[in-house]
C-alpha cells in the first residue's frame, strides 16, 4: 500500500477519535458540530505544520513518522512562519485547538439558515466545518494572508467546498457581502472594528478576543442590542494571535532597561496567567504593558515593559514570600499591576464570566462588572469608557514587544 493510500484510509478513525476528544471537553456541546470535526480531514487542510525543537523550527509532513496523528491530536498546530524585520523566523498562523474552535463556534449558537463571517481563514479547517454544517453558500471567511487564503480556497475545493474567500485586513470585515448573523474573529483585535458593527444582523452576534494588551484579554460574545454591542466574557479563558496590519511578520518592540529608579517588594505573582483578569483590568491604564518575559541566568527574572519604556524586573519569592521589584521609565508599570490586583481582590475576585463589554455606536467600549451599568475602569464612578486614546492603544497593542534577553513566555492554551 502507498503512503497515500495508507492515508486514505487510515484518517477517518483518527478524525472520529478527535470528534471523541472533543466531545469530553465539551460534554453539551451541538452534535452537529462533532459531525463536521469528524466528516472534514484535517490533514488535508494541514498537510505540513511547524514544530519547535530544541529552538528551531522544524516542518513535519506526511513523510515523518507521527504526522498523521500529531494533525489529528486535539491540539493547535502551527502552519506558517515569517521572518520578522530582526530575522527571526515569527508565526503568523496557525490551526487552532479543534475544542477551542468548536467551543466558540457552539457559543455563538450558530443555525442552519445563519450567514457567517469569519475573521482569520487560516488553514480553512474552521470554514470547511461551517461550510460542512451551513454550506458554502453560507460562508465567507477572509484572512490577510494573501497565500494563505489561496492554499485554503484550493485545499477546500478538493472537499467539494466553495465558500467565499477573501485576501484583506479582516477589520474591513467583508464589504459587499451584506449583513452577517455570525461573525467569529480567530486572530484578537484590541478594539471591535465599525465595520463587523455595520455588519453584523440585527439579533446577530459576535465573537471574538477583545485583547487590549499583551495577554491582556480573552474572548468576548457580543450581542446586537439596537445600534450597540452588548455581552459578557466566555468563562474559560483562550488567547488568539494579535491581528496584523499587513501580509508581514509582526514587529516586535524592545525597550533596553535604564538604571532601576525604584525599588520596593511584593507578593503579587507576576504572571499573567496566574491570575488574567487583574492583568487584563491593569491595561486599562495608559500605556498598555506590551512586552513580557523572562530574563537573568535561569530566566528566573520576570520582567514586564510598555511602549512608553516603563519597565520592571521582578525577582522569585524568599522564603517570606516576598518578591524584590526593580522599576525604571516614566511610569510604574509594576505599581498599576498591584493596584489593579487589589481591585480584582477586592471585587470577589471575578472570573472572566463576570466581566462584560459593551460598544456603543459611537465606537466607545466599556467595560463591566456583572451589569452593563456597573462600569469598571479606573476611575470608574458609573459609566466609565475605557481611558486613554483607543487608537493609538489599539496600534501599540497590535505591536507586541519583548525587553532585552528575554525567553518568550506563551501562556498555556493560545490557539
Ligand atoms: C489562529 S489563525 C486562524 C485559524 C483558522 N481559523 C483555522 O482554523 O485554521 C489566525 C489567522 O488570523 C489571520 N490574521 C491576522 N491578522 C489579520 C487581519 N488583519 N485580517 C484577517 N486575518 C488576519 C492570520 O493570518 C491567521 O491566519
Redo the contacts with the bound molecule.
Keep these: 500500500m502507498t503512503q497515500t493510500d495508507e492515508v486514505a484510509t487510515s484518517w477517518q478513525p483518527r478524525a472520529d477519535a478527535l470528534a471523541a476528544a472533543v466531545a469530553a471537553a465539551l460534554p453539551s456541546v451541538d452534535l452537529a458540530w462533532l459531525a463536521a470535526v469528524a466528516a472534514v480531514p484535517r490533514h488535508v487542510?494541514v498537510p505540513r505544520f511547524h514544530e519547535q525543537r530544541r529552538g528551531a523550527w522544524i516542518s513535519v509532513d506526511r513523510d515523518d513518522p507521527g504526522w498523521l496523528d500529531a494533525v489529528y491530536r486535539d491540539a493547535?498546530l502551527v502552519?506558517?512562519l515569517m521572518p520578522g524585520p530582526n530575522g527571526r523566523q515569527e508565526v503568523?498562523?496557525?490551526?487552532?485547538k479543534p475544542a477551542l474552535?468548536v467551543r466558540m463556534l457552539d457559543a455563538l449558537a450558530i443555525t442552519e439558515e445563519h450567514r457567517v463571517l469569519?475573521?482569520?481563514?487560516?488553514?480553512?479547517?474552521?470554514?470547511g466545518w461551517l461550510c460542512h454544517r451551513l454550506g458554502s453558500h453560507a460562508v465567507s471567511s477572509?484572512?490577510?494572508?494573501a497565500e494563505?487564503v489561496d492554499l485554503a480556497r484550493a485545499r477546500l475545493a478538493t472537499l467539494g467546498y466553495r465558500p467565499d474567500l477573501a485576501a484583506?485586513?479582516?477589520?474591513r470585515g467583508r464589504p459587499g457581502h451584506g449583513r452577517f448573523d455570525r461573525i467569529i474573529a480567530?486572530?484578537s483585535v484590541p478594539e471591535v472594528p465599525r465595520d463587523w458593527h455595520q455588519q453584523l444582523a440585527d439579533d446577530g452576534r459576535l465573537l471574538v478576543d477583545y485583547k487590549i494588551g499583551l495577554h491582556a484579554g480573552s474572548l468576548v460574545l457580543l450581542h446586537r442590542r439596537g445600534d450597540r454591542l452588548e455581552g459578557r466574557f466566555l468563562p474559560k479563558w483562550a488567547g488568539?494571535?494579535?491581528?496584523?496590519?499587513a501580509?508581514t511578520a509582526p514587529a516586535r518592540s524592545s525597550h533596553p532597561p535604564g538604571p532601576a529608579r525604584r525599588e520596593s517588594h511584593t507578593r503579587v505573582d507576576p504572571d499573567p496567567w496566574a491570575a488574567l483578569v487583574p492583568w487584563f483590568l491593569a491595561q486599562l491604564a495608559d500605556p498598555p504593558i506590551t512586552g513580557f518575559g523572562r530574563c537573568g541566568p535561569d530566566l528566573e527574572i520576570t520582567r514586564i515593559s510598555a511602549a512608553d519604556g516603563s519597565w520592571a524586573e521582578i525577582d522569585p519569592a524568599d522564603s517570606n514570600g516576598d518578591r524584590p521589584v526593580r522599576e525604571g521609565g516614566p511610569r510604574r508599570v509594576w505599581a498599576a499591576f498591584e493596584v489593579a490586583h487589589q481591585q480584582w481582590v477586592a471585587w470577589g475576585r471575578p472570573g472572566w464570566e463576570r466581566l462584560g463589554l459593551t460598544v456603543t455606536a459611537a465606537g466607545e467600549h466599556l467595560l463591566w462588572l456583572d451589569t452593563p451599568t456597573a462600569a469598571i475602569g479606573p476611575g470608574a464612578t458609573t459609566a466609565a469608557v475605557v481611558p486613554g486614546a483607543r487608537s493609538a492603544r489599539a496600534e501599540r497593542a497590535s505591536r507586541p514587544g519583548r525587553t532585552g534577553p528575554i525567553s518568550p513566555a506563551t501562556p498555556p492554551g493560545s490557539?
Aim: hydrophobic fraction near 40%; charge should be negative; include cysteine.
Design positions: 487542510l493547535p502552519t506558517a503568523v498562523s496557525s490551526s487552532t474552535m469569519e475573521i482569520g481563514t487560516g488553514t480553512g479547517l474552521n470554514a477572509v484572512d490577510i494572508g494563505l484583506l485586513d479582516g477589520r480567530t486572530c488568539f494571535m494579535p491581528v496584523r496590519d501580509d490557539a
